[in-house]
């Protein structure tokens, strides 16, 4: 029996997993065979469309923005919302390459440290302006979740931060943050992966990415087709695993499934 | 040559990438090649360690001879005068020693205490701000649950447990909750799965171009 269920999970992983490919690949040739002119339209997300224009407006009035990419690292699970808050990095250094204030990027773990660097330093080699490229912008604020949140608050403060992104994994002690972006009267942008963290911010941030929403960040702020193209691979998906559900909760129910 | 490193960059990204993932899903052939590239990035991040903490020794260097004569720069000394005497101890009495127990024992746990305690004042005025902030049926329901939680959970003063909403409290926290929670992390899971396929595919890279 266990052997059985052990060559089910097998195949249903390799299944699930060559759909999600099959999917992504086919919704990419899609996106690269749109016109040029043509947009496409995506479900309106508040957040992301203050956020743009926030960023705007930080260009204008010579403000920073702050990306804080939280502590998870990118070798355990918390790994995919590091990595969407590095797109969100990337699209805000290549949106604000033009200011004063270059954007600065705050993280709990050494390696996100290093890969924010690198980010920065790739959105400004993209827009051959290298020499703007400030390495400690991506800066390691702490290494505990409490001592990250205490390097990070005098950092919005002192930085003359305009708006603030919270994308990564976080902890309670993202409501400390929070409340550092509040008091410099500036936009707060907000999403974890972590349940306990998306509770604080939904009540603390002025607009809290709940759930998936986090992950659309790439697609919405304009990070390219392969963006768009998972996020209408995600939409499919939920459809394919809330099915799933349902046929197990059936199968459970007539007493076919053990 | 920029462009040659930027593919070998991406492809050896993208071999590891897959064969970590197979090694998953084919536990008896690929596990042990998964083992072996997955302690090459533990001790990749050991090091990566390190380069954190330079980091974090030049970003508050810069700050503390910076020429604001705010207290942003004495804030920057202190840090740095203290990362400079715990390597020092902790490197005369050992990890485990006396003055490494100290250290963590009289200033971390003690600041880190109180930050939580702030955090409490400070999550109690945002659930008070949600009201003014964002009035709708989704506010208001978030903070009765949460009233309802927190009243159910701790006995009151002079009255005791409230049977009835001790019993909520139970039902809140293993029905809905639950069915919240699971539907929450299905959506992280399924955007996690997104966002490792872009970097298996190399569409992103987050590595550097």
Redesign the interface.
């Known amino acids: 029996m266990n052997l059985v269920l052990e060559f089910l999970n097998?195949i249903l992983?390799?299944l699930l997993?060559g759909l999600?490919?099959s999917l992504?690949i086919y919704f990419?040739i899609d996106e690269f065979n749109r016109s040029p002119g043509g947009t496409r339209r995506l479900r309106d997300i508040p957040a992301f469309h203050r956020f743009r224009r926030a960023v705007g407006l930080s260009v204008e009035s010579g403000k920073r923005l702050h990306i804080s990419l939280g502590r998870g690292?990118i070798?355990e699970?918390p790994?995919?919302?590091t990595?969407?808050g590095?797109?969100i990095l990337e699209c805000c250094t290549r949106a604000a390459s033009i200011s004063d204030r270059p954007p600065v990027a705050t993280s709990g773990?050494?390696?996100t440290?290093?890969?924010s660097?690198?980010?920065l330093?790739?959105g400004y080699?993209?827009l051959s302006a290298e020499r703007r490229y400030t390495?400690?912008n991506?800066?390691?604020?702490g290494?505990?979740p409490?001592?990250y949140?205490?390097?990070v608050m005098?950092d919005i403060h002192?930085e003359q931060v305009s708006a603030s992104v919270f994308a990564g994994h976080f902890g309670?002690?993202v409501?400390?943050l929070?409340?550092a972006g509040e008091r410099t009267r500036g936009l707060t942008v907000a999403g974890s992966?972590s349940?306990s963290a998306?509770a604080?911010l939904?009540?603390?941030a002025?607009e809290p990415l709940?759930?998936?929403e986090?992950?659309?960040g790439?697609a919405y702020l304009g990070a390219?087709a392969?963006?768009i193209a998972?996020?209408r691979?995600?939409d499919i998906?939920?459809w394919v695993?809330i099915g799933l559900i349902l046929l197990g909760a059936i199968l459970k129910l007539v007493g076919v499934w053990p | 040559m920029k462009k040659v490193l930027s593919i070998g960059n991406a492809l050896i990204a993208i071999v590891a990438g897959v064969l970590v993932l197979l090694g998953y899903l084919l536990p008896t052939l690929l596990g042990g090649l998964r083992q072996y590239l997955i302690q090459l990035a533990v001790t990749l991040t050991a090091f990566a360690v390190l380069l954190g903490i330079v980091n974090l020794a030049s970003v508050h260097w810069k700050r503390a001879t910076g020429p604001k004569g705010s207290l942003s720069n004495l804030y920057s000394a202190v840090l740095l005068l203290s990362l400079v005497l715990t390597i020092l101890l902790v490197g005369i009495s050992g990890p485990t020693g006396f003055w490494s127990i100290w250290l963590v024992s009289t200033f971390q746990i003690p600041v880190e205490t109180s930050l939580l305690a702030v955090l409490a004042v400070v999550l109690l005025f945002a659930a008070a701000r949600l009201l003014s902030r964002r009035l709708h049926w989704a506010s208001l329901l978030f903070l009765g649950a949460a009233v309802i939680v927190l009243i159910g959970i701790a006995p009151l003063p002079y009255f005791g447990q409230f049977a009835l909403l001790s019993s909520m409290r139970q039902w809140l926290s293993s029905v809905p909750a639950v069915a919240g929670a699971r539907g929450l992390l299905l959506g992280v899971a399924l955007g996690t799965i997104a966002t490792g396929l872009r970097i298996l595919m190399g569409a992103d890279r987050p590595y550097g171009d």
């Open positions: 097998i992983g390799f997993l999600a490919l992504m990419m690292g070798t699970l790994g995919g919302a990595f969407e590095l797109t773990d050494s390696i440290a290093v890969l660097q690198d980010t330093h790739a080699a993209s390495p400690t991506g800066r390691l604020s290494l505990t409490l001592s949140a205490a390097g005098p002192d309670s002690e409501g400390l929070i409340e992966d349940l998306q604080v939904y009540a603390a002025q709940v759930g998936e986090l992950y659309a790439g390219g392969a963006h998972s996020l691979m995600q998906l939920r695993v």
